[in-house]
């Protein structure tokens, strides 16, 4: 009864440094997202996929990248990081992309860039 | 372009009573849905209740109920009999059929606060 799992739950960075959060889902979805939550505000895109090998932005897609290699996995790698990208990102899923879909989300990763 | 809005940043509620919590959207797409996700201390988002924009009934979800009113725009969510375990983070989210991946949009937020 897994769902949407991501690690690692909590990460620290110095400025400039990389690193790959990791997003699994086990629910055959196709249609896996990632968004990033700053303090106090809702949720936005920054990368979507509509399944294996296919990938597009979404509305804050700057400083980072994502791979979908399989239908299970989603993982966002982030490049060079800044402070800016101090946030708690958050990988769902739903099966397909009607507006009927609900979007299940993981637990979140928290992320402090110093 | 989508928009959500959430008007009240904080709310408090007696244990035991009934609490609205209002959300505005505008859209432009014929077909959509309307999402409620409670987001606990603890940080995951947990979904509520869904509503589809041609759904002639509003939806109900246990103590959960959406309050839909096409015209006005308007998808209020209904905590019947509050619990102290509802006490929580509560986003509006929509989601149409013209942007990205069918992404969800959400609003900014609510925080209940439940008094014992």
């Known amino acids: 009864n897994a769902g949407v799992t991501q690690t690692p739950k909590f990460r620290i960075l110095k400025i400039g440094q990389s690193m790959t959060l990791q997003c699994t889902q086990d629910?055959?979805?196709?249609?896996m997202y990632w968004y990033r939550q700053d303090p106090g505000m809702g949720l936005k895109l920054i990368y979507y996929?509509?399944?294996?090998?296919?990938?597009d932005k979404g509305e804050v897609p700057n400083g980072y990248n994502v791979s979908r290699s399989t239908t299970e996995d989603f993982p966002l790698r982030l490049e060079l990081a800044a402070p800016s990208q101090t946030s708690v990102y958050f990988c769902?899923?739903?099966?397909?992309?009607?507006?009927?879909?609900?979007?299940?989300f993981g637990p979140g990763t928290r992320l402090t860039v110093l | 372009a989508q928009k959500i809005t959430q008007t009240q940043p904080g709310m408090f509620v007696q244990e035991k009573e009934a609490v609205t919590l209002d959300c505005t959207y505008d859209?432009?797409?014929?077909?959509?849905?309307l999402f409620w996700y409670k987001q606990p201390s603890s940080g995951e988002m947990i979904f509520l209740i869904y509503?589809?924009?041609?759904?002639?009934q509003n939806a109900t979800e246990g103590r959960y109920s959406l309050n839909f009113q096409k015209a006005r725009k308007s998808a209020n969510l209904v905590i019947s009999a509050s619990q102290l375990g509802d006490s929580a983070m509560y986003f509006c989210?929509?989601?149409?059929?013209?942007?990205?991946?069918?992404?969800?949009?959400f609003g900014g937020g609510t925080r209940l606060m439940v008094k014992p």
């Open positions: 769902a899923s739903s099966y397909q992309g009607f507006s009927t879909d609900t979007q299940y």
């Open positions: 629910m055959n979805h196709n249609y």
């Open positions: 996929s509509v399944g294996a090998g296919i990938t």
């Open positions: 859209t432009s797409d014929p077909s959509y849905g």
């Open positions: 509503q589809g924009s041609y759904d002639q």
């Open positions: 989210a929509m989601r149409g059929l013209n942007n990205a991946g069918n992404m969800l949009t």
